[in-house]
């Protein structure tokens, strides 16, 4: 089944504690991204990758790294987790380089206290 | 600054009645998508518009684009319960990046 897998799918943490959350898709897709969802504010995108090694910043990066080794993972690193990165967090995929029609992983609840 | 901007935010409507979300963006791009959201769930493409003037059906939702206005519409005809969600536009950012911008969503509830 094509899909776009994410884990963890809930996690509650506390502050500065490291954390990695996994982003996997099996279509063969080149573009990637992370977009994080508040009340209010929508879904805004925090990374993405054009291709295998290829990142860019969205529009709310700070916080967050991401790393693009192979073309079917896209994880998402918080080093220093704060509370403001509290959030509903998805995965998206598509086919082309550039952003195109995506597909959504299931999302993470992310609470850092 | 590329902007996306819809409206209504909430919409609460009877059954068999048709309204209009709305999306404005800021930026000259022809590439709009519009996803629905379930509550407690992930979002589904709906519709992708990739010209001005395009048009797309599926069911009792029609979509539209038009570049030159900047405006994509997204009409509900006759609606039904089935379809309460929440529904999001999303814009590809200028030439030179690959970002993509959504809306801030309608929540739309269909009353019985």
């Known amino acids: 089944e094509a899909q776009v897998t994410q884990n963890p799918r809930y996690l509650i943490t506390v502050t500065g504690k490291k954390l990695t959350v996994t982003c996997s898709q099996n279509?063969?897709?080149?573009?990637m991204s992370w977009y994080r969802q508040d009340p209010g504010l929508g879904l805004r995108q925090i990374y993405y990758?054009?291709?295998?090694?290829?990142?860019d910043k969205g529009d709310v990066p700070e916080g967050y790294k991401v790393s693009r080794k192979e073309k079917r993972n896209f994880p998402l690193i918080l080093e220093s987790p704060s509370p403001n990165q509290t959030s509903l967090y998805f995965c998206?995929?598509?086919?082309?380089?550039?952003?195109?029609?995506?597909?959504f992983g299931p999302g993470t609840r992310l609470t850092v206290t | 600054e590329l902007k996306v901007e819809q409206n209504p935010l909430f919409l609460s409507m009877q059954e068999g009645k048709n309204y209009t979300i709305y999306c404005n963006y800021s930026?000259?791009?022809?590439?709009l998508y519009w996803y629905r959201q379930d509550p407690g769930k992930s979002l589904e493409s709906l519709f992708v518009?990739?010209?001005?003037?395009a048009v797309k059906q599926e069911g009792r939702l029609m979509a539209s684009l038009d570049t030159k206005a900047r405006l994509s519409t997204l009409h509900i005809t006759a609606a039904v319960h089935d379809l309460s969600a929440t529904y999001f536009c999303?814009?590809?950012?200028?030439?030179?990046?690959?970002?993509?911008?959504f809306g801030t969503g309608t929540r739309l509830k269909v009353l019985a």
């Open positions: 998206a995929s598509s086919l082309g380089h550039g952003p195109g029609e995506q597909y």
């Open positions: 279509m063969n897709h080149e573009y």
């Open positions: 990758s054009m291709n295998v090694e290829v990142t």
């Open positions: 930026t000259t791009s022809d590439r």
């Open positions: 518009l990739l010209s001005n003037g």
């Open positions: 999303a814009v590809e950012g200028t030439s030179g990046t690959y970002k993509y911008i």
